[in-house]
Every structure is written in structure tokens, then in C-alpha cells.
């Protein structure tokens, strides 16, 4: 009876428990959120979970709307992003930072509807998205409404890669409108007047060294529509045909939040459209050797200070301590064309490139060092700072606007009027050798010292010489737009620099008149023989002097002994 009564309760117990599971649902994997039309929305995706956003608008007239792009953004880390429940990467999903669709209305069709899948791929952390679907009105062009090559054929998003140094923002031709209510979409490259739409690269700039997502999320709302595109962004080169190709470069500053978006115009319709905004920051969140939480490591901030001591130093007294300049001078000329060198024939890491290029340079300081100790040539060695003084003057004038001039798109033109630029300060300053070497040790060792300075304060000042070995190091880069942010911080810096390297030219021409100093340093061997010529006099003039006592000494002791010691005498 125990057993019976036993087996009954388990029954009854089991039946209880399937009632409960049929009135208790199951959670669904999938979390539904609204989303309206010409607006943002901030949504939190848990770990390795979805969501679901219906995008729907029943008062949706298609004389007036032709598409819609739907794209959500992250600030770090990539999620998926489908147009389907089931995520199919090679139809309706992808997996990024920064997805989107284009999204067509047809005259078919009862009111726009659609659902936009969001599903974090991390099993650990939950993500913070933002979601806009934006409504394009007829005839407006398509944003990369034409890509064979993508899984995607209507992909509105924007292809970035980026290094250290550039930034490479690459799309592919967008496609013409149409109107919903009286035609299909169109193909791909199937558009009337599709070859005429133009293309122009806009980027905004915000939060140097700052990770705030809601500082990145915020600046991504500025630029994903025309008209904030229009009123904060910054437009980068000249604008683009079909002819062109879809690639453009700009400079890289690694921690610098940027967002980049393409502006496509149709010149038939005077309408415009916006790609899918992409935020970089010029390095990687993930990467664990050399990502954005090393970017202003604590070594470089101590090497940058020790040299921003050394380039005060020299510019308040580099020229009277000139053997000392050879040698810096003769570091750095065998420093960049070692580094230059390497890093075009040679595949090592940046490390083991820097590594052996400063080894090189000390070497070339010492060899500098005994060519100017044994054969003087102070001409050539004025010269030859005078050179590097051009360098700078140089790098400052193609660091402007007139860096991305057209003519110097091209390789050639671009390194013969830089090398022209470098021999302005040297040509013009020779004839009076000790004012060219006081300018350009105040000029060089005041920027030397603010470069110091600009790496507490994250400047741009330093990529005014970055860029030119940029271009040196890549030369195919040459074509690499120099955009960078100059603000508040740099205004301060550059008028410091300024002011340095008028008080050193001043301080250190005042004192070489008031010491009554020659022009240049004399010899140093020269001054080393006279020395040792000195040295060797006093210590055999002393020889002579003692040997000439003692004979003395000897004549008088025997004078003595003769005058007071013979007997023969008295």
C-alpha cells in the first residue's frame, strides 16, 4: 500500500508540474523594444541575448518616402545584427560595430514595417547599443545601393581600417532613387544617372584620450543624418566621382575619438543621403599589445619629459655647447633614414625597428663627434643643423592646408618641394653661420620641449614631424589627408613655442656679444694639441730647471769645499 500510495502522489505531482509549465510561459529569447521612425533609442543587450526592435509606422505616405536605413551602434565591441530572426550572414545579417540596412518600401506594401535583430555575442558582459531608423524620401540617392563585391547588396556601411598612423575609410557607389509608389527599387547599377551621384568624406572629431560611451554614442547622433552631418562635421579632400577611387586616407591620432560618414549628392535631383556613420579611435579596445590603454604609457611620458629637458636646455645654450649639437645632429640624421630604411626593406616589429635605429643614431653621434674633433669642417656642420631646422619649417608648412594641395598627390612633386622647403632656413641664414646656429638650436630645442609638454597635454604638435615620417615610412600614403584637430590646448602651445624661440635666439646672442666669444667654437683639436704642447712644455721646462739646480748645487758644494776644506790654502 506504501508503494501505491507513493507511485499515485508522483503522478499527481508530475501532472501538477506540467499544468504549471503550460500556464507559466517560457521566456523568449528574444526581447521586444519599439523603435520609432527619425529618432534614437538606447538599448541594453545582456550577455548572449537578443532583442528584437519593431520599426513600424502606419501613417507612412509613399509619395513622400522611397527607404529607411536601420543601423545600431556600439562603442567598443562588435554585436550581431539582423534583418531575419535567424541570422544569415550571407543574405540579411552582419556582425560589427556599426551595422545597417537599407530597407525598401514598396507600392505593395500596406504600411512600413520592419524588425531589426540585435544579439550580443559576448557571454559575459552585457552591451550598450543605440538604434536610429531613418527615413529617406523619394528620389533621394541610395547609400551603397551598388555592392557586387559585399555579402550584402544594399550594405550602407562603411569600411575602416586603421593603424597607428592612418586611417582608411572605403566605400562603394551608392545608387539613384526612386519613387515608392509608382516604381520598384531599383537594381544594383541599374539607376538612371546612378555615374553622376558625388561622394564627400565628413568626419568629426571629440574626446582626445576620453572612452566615454556616452560621449562617443552622442558624437554618433551628430553625424547620422544630413543635416547634423552637414552642421558638425568637418568635410575632408575634395568630393568624388564615380571615376574616383572609393578609398580615402586620412592621419591617424591614436586615442582620438572620430566619427567618419560619406555624403552622396545627386546633381538631378539636388537630393542628398548619409551612409552609416562609423566610430573609430585609431586603435583597438581589444588588443592587448599596443591598444588604446597604451596609448600615453608611462615610458613614453618619461623619455618625452627627459627630452623636453634636453630641447630647453639647447635652447637657451645649445650653440655654446656646439660638440654636443654634433652629436645630437649626427643621432638624428642616422636615427630617421635608419628607421626609413628599415621599416620599407625590413619586416620586424616597430619595437625592434625603433630599438635598432636608436642604436644606429648613437653610433652616427659618435662618428660625428670625431670627424668634427679631427677635421673641424664647422661650415658643413652648421649646414647640417641647418638642415634639420629646415626639416621642421618644412614639416610646419606641409603640417597646413597647403599639404593637401593637389600637386602634391604625387610622390615626386611631394618629396622635391619638401627637400626645397628644408634648404630655405640653411640657404638664407649661411652667410652668417653663428646666427643660424643660435636660430635653430632655440627654434629646434623650444619644439624638442614642447613636444615634452604635448605628451602630458595631448596635442597635435608632435604630428607636425610624425607626418612627414608617416609619408616617409609609407609612401603610399602620400595621399593621406593631414586633418588634424587644432583646439584651445595647441592654440597655448604653439604661442609658447613661439615665445621660447624668440627669448633663446635673443638670450643666446646677447651673451655671446657679451662674452665677446668668437662666432664659432675654435677647433678642438687644435685645442687639444695646444693643451697637450702646454702640458709637455711645463713638465720638460721643469726637467731642464731641475738639472740646471743640481749642476748649480754640485758647482757651489765643490767651490765650498775647495775655498773651506783644502789644507793646501790655508
Not at 545597417?100 to 518600401?105: A, K, R, S
Not at 547609400?143 to 597607428?164: A, E, R, Y
Not at 655647447?321 to 630604411?341: D, Q, R, T
Not at 697637450?532 to 757651489?556: C, D, I, W
Amino acid at each position: 500500500l506504501t508503494c501505491v500510495a507513493t507511485h499515485m502522489m508522483s503522478s499527481w505531482l508530475y501532472v501538477l508540474f506540467l499544468i504549471v509549465c503550460m500556464i507559466q510561459p517560457t521566456p523568449s529569447f528574444f526581447v521586444a523594444q519599439t523603435l520609432g521612425f527619425n529618432g534614437t533609442e538606447r538599448y541594453e543587450i545582456n550577455a548572449n541575448r537578443s532583442i528584437e526592435l519593431v520599426i513600424d509606422d502606419y501613417s507612412l505616405s509613399f509619395k513622400q518616402v522611397s527607404f529607411a536605413v536601420l543601423q545600431a551602434h556600439s562603442q567598443k565591441f562588435a554585436f550581431t545584427a539582423s534583418l531575419n530572426e535567424t541570422p544569415n550572414y550571407y543574405e540579411n545579417a552582419m556582425r560589427s560595430t556599426n551595422p545597417g540596412f537599407v530597407v525598401y518600401y514598396r507600392s505593395s506594401s500596406r504600411h512600413g514595417t520592419f524588425r531589426l535583430y540585435l544579439k550580443s555575442d559576448d557571454a559575459v558582459t552585457s552591451q550598450v547599443v543605440e538604434a536610429m531608423a531613418l527615413q529617406y524620401p523619394s528620389y533621394a540617392p541610395i547609400p551603397f545601393g551598388c555592392c557586387q563585391t559585399c555579402d550584402i547588396d544594399t550594405d550602407p556601411t562603411l569600411n575602416v581600417t586603421f593603424n597607428p598612423w592612418y586611417t582608411r575609410v572605403r566605400f562603394e557607389i551608392a545608387n539613384s532613387g526612386y519613387n515608392a509608389s509608382t516604381q520598384n527599387p531599383p537594381l544594383c547599377a541599374g539607376g538612371d544617372g546612378f555615374e553622376k551621384l558625388t561622394y564627400q568624406l565628413y568626419l568629426y572629431r571629440f574626446g582626445e584620450m576620453s572612452y566615454s560611451e556616452d560621449l562617443a554614442l552622442s558624437a554618433w547622433q551628430k553625424m547620422a543624418t544630413v543635416d547634423g552631418l552637414k552642421s558638425h562635421g568637418t568635410e575632408v579632400g575634395s568630393s568624388l566621382s564615380l571615376a574616383d577611387i572609393k578609398l580615402v586616407t586620412v592621419s591617424s591620432v591614436p586615442g582620438q575619438g572620430v566619427v567618419y560618414n560619406i555624403l552622396v549628392y545627386d546633381p538631378n535631383t539636388n537630393m542628398e543621403a548619409v551612409y552609416v556613420p562609423y566610430i573609430s579611435y585609431g586603435c583597438s579596445f581589444k588588443a592587448k599589445v599596443d591598444g588604446c590603454d597604451a596609448v600615453g604609457s608611462v615610458l613614453t611620458m618619461v623619455i618625452m619629459s627627459i627630452a623636453g629637458l634636453i630641447g630647453l636646455f639647447f635652447c637657451f645654450a645649445g650653440h655654446r655647447y656646439f660638440i654636443i649639437e654634433v652629436f645630437l645632429v649626427g643621432f638624428l640624421y642616422v636615427a630617421f633614414f635608419s628607421f626609413v630604411l628599415l621599416s620599407n626593406y625590413v619586416d620586424w616589429s616597430h619595437d625592434a625597428r625603433l630599438g635598432t635605429s636608436a642604436s644606429l643614431g648613437i653610433l652616427g653621434g659618435i662618428l660625428f663627434f670625431i670627424i668634427y674633433f679631427r677635421f673641424y669642417l664647422i661650415l658643413g656642420f652648421v649646414l647640417l643643423g641647418g638642415v634639420v631646422l629646415g626639416f621642421l619649417f618644412s614639416s610646419l608648412l606641409f603640417f597646413t592646408p597647403f599639404g593637401d594641395l593637389s600637386p602634391w598627390q604625387n610622390l615626386l612633386d611631394y618629396w622635391v618641394a619638401f627637400v626645397c622647403g628644408m634648404l630655405i632656413p640653411a640657404v638664407f641664414l649661411l652667410m652668417w653661420p653663428r646666427t643660424l646656429n643660435v636660430v635653430t638650436t632655440s627654434v629646434v630645442g623650444s619644439y624638442v620641449f614642447i613636444i615634452g609638454v604635448n605628451t602630458y597635454v595631448h596635442g597635435v604638435l608632435s604630428y607636425v614631424v610624425l607626418d612627414i615620417i608617416k609619408k616617409a615610412v609609407m609612401p603610399g600614403e602620400i595621399k593621406a589627408y593631414t586633418d588634424y584637430p587644432f583646439e584651445m590646448p595647441d592654440i597655448i602651445l604653439a604661442s609658447v613655442w613661439g615665445f621660447l624661440s624668440v627669448t633663446g635666439i635673443i638670450f643666446q646672442l646677447w651673451r655671446e656679444r657679451k662674452d665677446k666669444r668668437p662666432n664659432l667654437p675654435p677647433w678642438p683639436y687644435q685645442k687639444w694639441k695646444a693643451s697637450r704642447s702646454r702640458n709637455y712644455g711645463s713638465k720638460s721646462g721643469s726637467v731642464e730647471r731641475s738639472g740646471e739646480r743640481r749642476r748649480l748645487l754640485e758647482t757651489a758644494g765643490s767651490d765650498s769645499v775647495s775655498s773651506y776644506g783644502s789644507l793646501s790654502d790655508r
